[in-house]
């Protein structure tokens, strides 16, 4: 039984090399151009407020990390993002990020809170393992064949599952009280400061009947409990739950500004962005290693971030300093995460929608 169940997951979750490959340029753009992650601001940080948490690593250390440290640090996780995306050695690249998120987020979390950051780690360990850094790379990595490449996205999926279900079951005991005076969105809502929200649909919440508050709780409990049984019922069920998951992100940024941003590639990771990329340039294949222009590109983005990181600087996103050039006046951090979500979901719904080549063709 347990057999036949693992082999619905893998059905569920399998995805070819090329699209993983793809999946995996995403992320490199998403950690090095959209939303660097940097330890560099914990440098000086007061040892008062340094309380880690019980299993963190942060305990080895007895404060926050030195100016010295938090240098390196980013200045790695820039190299590595930059070897990631451009398919430079990423079986060493990928789990030398993940590890130094880890480490990082060690030190994040010594003041006390826990964010939803696990995925991100996890994605990068796992595909590792996979032929993600043998297509659309510039020193590739040895194909290894084998069963990694199917069993591999099978095992996030679970993953993923397994960190929903814990958010849910939570909800559940609190949220699914049957009590219309009482409403676990509602205590997020205020909890984010209504008054100084950047969400754009914030003012709508307080006109909306008591009746929506209950279903936002009850239907938020619904979804999180559901991706187990989706992977299981199959690809298409499977692929339907990540689409719905992407509109729960995006409403989740109109009404209360949060992105779960992180967690976009690994939605994509279980998605034939290569049959849908060759859909869109009617049929021809993509090139099997970057341009020079993209390389000249990246270089010099990871060059400018290197000063930046080597000047004691926060990492920024350089999309996010275009943005403060000129454009539209919204906040960098609302906009951006509901493009990328907006994107996410429709390259989902084509794969629901559209017949693919292969395996995928039976929609299981």
Known sequence: MLAGL?????????TDVRSLAVVRVIFG????LINPLSVGWLAGMPRALFNPQPMSIANW????PSAATATAIDGLLVVTAACILLGIRTRLA???????LIFGAGFHYAFGKIDHGM??????LLLAFTDWGTVFALLPDAPRGGTANRTVPAFLALLLCYGFF????????????????TGGFLQWFYNRGFFGSRAPLAGVVPR????AFEAFDYGAVAFELAPLPMLLLGRRAWRGWILVACLFHLMTILLLDISFITHMPVYLTFIPLDDLLRRFRGGAPAGSAPGRGAIALVAGVTLWQLIAVARGQDLIAPAEALWRIGLPPRPYGVIVPLCLWTCTAWAVAASIMLPAAGRDAGGR
């Open 6 to 14: 693992w082999a619905r997951a893998q059905d569920s979750a399998e």
């Open 119 to 124: 995925m991100f780690p996890a994605f990068l």
């Open 61 to 64: 250390f007895p404060s926050f």
């Open 29 to 32: 753009v998403f950690a090095l």
């Open 208 to 211: 909306l009947p008591q009746g």
């Open 166 to 181: 814990t958010a849910g079951v939570l909800k559940a005991v609190f949220w699914c009280d049957f009590d219309p005076d």
């Open 94 to 100: 990928a789990p030398l990020h993940a590890l130094l």
